[in-house]
Nanobody, 127 residues
């Protein structure tokens, strides 16, 4: 079982920056994928950024060049640095993990390919 707890959300003006963090605990096998998703009111959950145990990183086109995902092994956190924020980035941000003992996992941005989720942290960007 993996437990995920997000933190660091808040309110910022357009053009500003925020860093959200996801503290994870439990069993993480050698093969894993970890990601950040977001969901705005009335919209479907969308993948923002993902990484896997092989070092591959994927970003949604809407955040490329502005967001950076990273994993801090010393602190057991998955972080998302968000720069040049836009009002359309306003959403609840969730971290997600899938880990397996045996086969390699791609850095997917599809929510159906994750089975552990945090409760979310709100990010609000004002114009």
């Amino acid at each position: 079982q993996v437990t995920l707890v997000e933190s660091g959300g808040g309110s910022v003006e357009a053009g500003g920056s925020l860093r959200v963090s996801c503290s994870y605990s439990g069993v993480i096998y050698n093969s894993y994928r970890m990601a950040w998703f977001r969901q705005a009111p009335g919209k479907e959950r969308e993948g923002v950024a993902a990484l896997n145990s092989g070092g591959v990183i994927n970003y949604a086109d809407s955040v490329k060049g502005r967001f950076t995902i990273s994993k801090n092994n010393a602190k057991n956190t998955l972080d998302l640095q968000m720069n040049s924020l836009k009002p359309e980035d306003t959403a609840m941000y969730y971290c997600a993990v899938l880990t397996r003992r045996d086969w390699a996992l791609v850095a997917s941005l599809q929510s159906r390919e994750y089975n552990h989720w945090g409760q979310g942290t709100q990010v609000t960007v004002s114009s």
